[in-house]
């Protein structure tokens, strides 16, 4: 879509002085060089305005197509010097042999903590690790186990909504419901009790603070914030989820309610005694909802789309429902008997990755695939890219949930899937996403089969994460009975992954 592609590209255009020297070095082909070093080849491009033009009109596709045309290592010329690496060995390299070299963007952190602070996925050094320490207990173990019935009954009441429509072939929005249910099971773990208290006035300044700070993360270049006529409504938004967020802190710290707010500001470092301060909480509740209610839902949306386009899976995804659970609401004590429908989770993405893009910039020179690699040269991995990479995949671009049979797994190189990324920055809530898209998806296939409106286009919009930009209306059909063979008298024990 080319007149969204325009705002990833320029977030508006650059800040006077800054903005025409960085457009000058690039309109000059600016890679930085070294005596007897190899520089990585660029595609054909404009010899003036280099990728610009594509990198407008279809982001990924440039990237797509660069890799194509170059290899592993490819350089793209636009305003930001950008260097692609697709090739699993590459990102190893950077994500974890290499991975102090290689922090996170300073200019992605910075746009970031437009609304997540300095909050995990923004912060860096001994402040990220005493986050991590503090946070991990929320997410694994006993507090995921904790979680797993106000997952399933809040799908639940979702789908009894869904009966009236079922067989009027009225269409919903997918993308619109997976959305309003991974917000309220966050939002629920978050707040507890009082979430539907907070819900509609939190999740519509949580919304326009997310719509303004998302398209930021990803511009080559942008306006001061001051300039664009959004800010003052992210201003105001962000205050408002400031202060349902701060009351909640506070009512946590004198009367702890077992929700993860009250687990957050009672938590203590093991190594200090320490434990957060208000502002450190606020932060990484809002890193939390803002990590988690995208990359559900959107995993959600595209296992849908899925499903619908490949009915021998869904078919064999029912038939595993209807042996395991017999109708019975499933529990972690079932994931052993539901392999196919992990796998077809992690087939989902595979191809839809969560987090498509990340960026990593050396702080200092070094040499990938043979190639010179100058230090704050703006490093892109895209598990998009390497998920697809053939090397490691058999027809990459198909639906085939066989990939991920313990064996093949075994067999495949640990960098070629990277859904939550890899290494010592590995996403802290990926235990939690895997069981919540299990027990999800287990209970929505039972009931119901999701069926895309015929002809209806699919387009993908980029933000941190991939969404159909132009919606995806689904009509709903009850799932038909299956034949049943005797469950196991009693669970086997659940196994992680």
Known sequence: MPGKGWMWLAGGAAAAGTGIFQLRRWALGSYPTKPGKVLAPHPKDDPV???????????????????????DVVYVRSPRTMCLLAHPDHVKHVLIDRQPIYPRSQIVRDR????????????????????????????????????????????????????????????????????????TIIGRIIFGASWDEHAAAFREAFLTASEYGGPRVLALVSLPQWMTPDYYRYRRAIGMADAIVYKAIDERRHAPTGDLISLLVHARDAETGEGMSDEEARDEIMTAFFGMYKSIPHALTWTWYLLSKYPSARRRL???????????????EDFPGLEYTRKVIDEVLRLYPPLWIMSRPPTEDDEIGGYYIPAELFILIIPYITHRHPDFWENPDGFDPERFTPERIAARHPCAYIPFTVGKRKCIGDEFSLVALRLIVATIAQRFE????????????????????????MTLERAPQRQTTPAAKEPIAARAR
């Open 112 to 183: 970031l903590r437009a609304i997540m602070g300095n909050g995990m996925f923004s912060s860096a050094g001994p402040l990220w690790s005493r986050q991590r320490r503090l946070m991990q207990p929320a997410f694994h173990g006993e507090s995921i186990a904790s979680y797993t019935k106000l997952i399933t009954d809040t799908t639940t009441s979702m789908l009894d909504g869904w009966q009236q429509l079922a067989g009027r072939r009225t269409p919903v929005e997918v993308p619109d419901e997976m959305m309003r249910l991974g917000f």
């Open 49 to 71: 305005l280099g990728s610009v033009p594509s990198l407008g009109t279809d982001l990924l596709g440039t990237f797509v197509n660069a890799w194509k045309e170059c290899g």
């Open 450 to 473: 999701l069926n895309l409106v015929p002809d209806h286009p699919i387009s993908r919009q980029l933000e941190f994460i991939m969404r159909p930009i132009n919606g995806m209306p």
């Open 318 to 332: 029912q038939d595993e429902l209807a042996t395991v659970l017999q109708g019975r609401t499933p529990t972690m």
